[in-house]
């Protein structure tokens, strides 16, 4: 988040009426720090860059973002812009630690409370499918924080695939972690059906389409998934009802009961846009 003592130290450097057009808030992806900038600011951006390095001495590097998560590898576009010229980095979270590249791979420090909140939802023995796995930070966190028998985590882009198999021997947990590449719509019913307890499909862009193959990935019996997705909303008490209606829509008849365990607002992503999670339990 942005601090008072990094505005003050900006305006050092560029003037108070320009430090106050700076965002409210920015992240840090270990020992990067990412922001966006208005275009008043960015013939500052150097300014800006050793404002944060000067208030945040965990940051070494700092990038510009320029560009809104999209396409299938979910990837932005990133700017240096100050300190030590890399995009590759080590995030510590949860007990556990994630080597990545964020020009290559998509990871969101906000999610960090999302990923334990799952993890304690975890029952020993359970099988757990995560369709859209990244780096392998969910996987991984419900490995190390959970006594889960087997997570099978899975995503498609191949740098994302080639980080999380490393991740998963730099946490130790390679015997309970399989990491697969490909599209989980595709892997699910060919070689995931009808093995996992609980599903977790923390790719909002992707979860609508892709609800029949989770369902598909549940044991006979049934199941949990945890789905993740993006709504906009003038009030953000009516986020859990509207997303409720509309995953129950997609579920349709391909099961014969479902019911809403827990839901909540993760968080806001943009005026009156926010990120939603409902955890669903489906019987059959």
Same mark, same amino acid.
């Given at each position: ?61 700092? %990038?510009?973002?320029? !560009?809104?998560?999209?396409? $299938?590898?979910?990837?932005?576009? &990133?700017?240096?812009? #100050? =300190? @030590? ?117 923390? %790719?909002?862009?992707? !979860?609508?389409?892709?609800? $029949?193959?989770?369902?598909?990935? &549940?044991?006979?019996? #049934? =199941? @949990? ?60």
């Amino acid at each position: 988040m942005i601090r008072g003592g990094f505005r003050k130290s900006l305006s050092e450097l560029i003037g108070e009426e320009l430090a106050s057009l700076t965002p409210r808030s920015f992240d840090v992806v270990g020992n990067i720090a990412i922001i966006k900038l208005p275009e008043s600011l960015l013939p500052h951006k150097q300014a800006v860059a050793k404002a944060l390095m000067s208030i945040n001495r965990q940051i070494r590097t700092v %990038l510009l973002q320029t !560009s809104n998560v999209n396409g $299938p590898f979910r990837l932005r576009k &990133l700017g240096w812009i #100050g =300190g @030590i010229r890399t995009w590759e980095t080590v995030h510590k979270e949860n007990g556990c630690v994630f080597k990545l590249d964020l020009r290559r791979v998509y990871f969101s420090p906000r999610l960090s409370y999302e990923r334990m909140r799952v993890a304690r939802q975890v029952r020993p023995g359970e099988v757990i499918v995560n369709m859209f796995a990244g780096v392998g930070c969910f996987s991984i966190v419900i490995s190390k924080n959970s006594r889960a028998e087997k997570v099978y985590s899975i995503d498609i882009n191949p740098e994302a695939w080639r980080y999380a198999k490393s991740n998963v021997l730099l946490n130790r947990v390679k015997d309970k972690i399989k990491v697969l590449l490909g599209d989980a719509d595709r892997i699910v019913p060919s070689v995931l059906k009808g093995i996992a307890h609980r599903v977790v499909m923390p %790719l909002p862009m992707l !979860s609508d389409k892709s609800i $029949p193959a989770a369902v598909e990935a &549940l044991r006979p019996e #049934g =199941g @949990i998934i945890h789905y993740y997705t993006h709504l906009s909303a003038d009030r953000s008490e009516v986020l859990v009802h509207s997303a409720w209606i509309k995953v129950r829509s997609l579920i349709g008849d391909s099961v014969s009961l479902i019911d809403l365990k827990e839901g909540r607002r993760v968080r806001s992503i943009g005026p009156r846009q926010y990120q939603v999670v409902l955890d669903i339990q489906v019987r059959r």
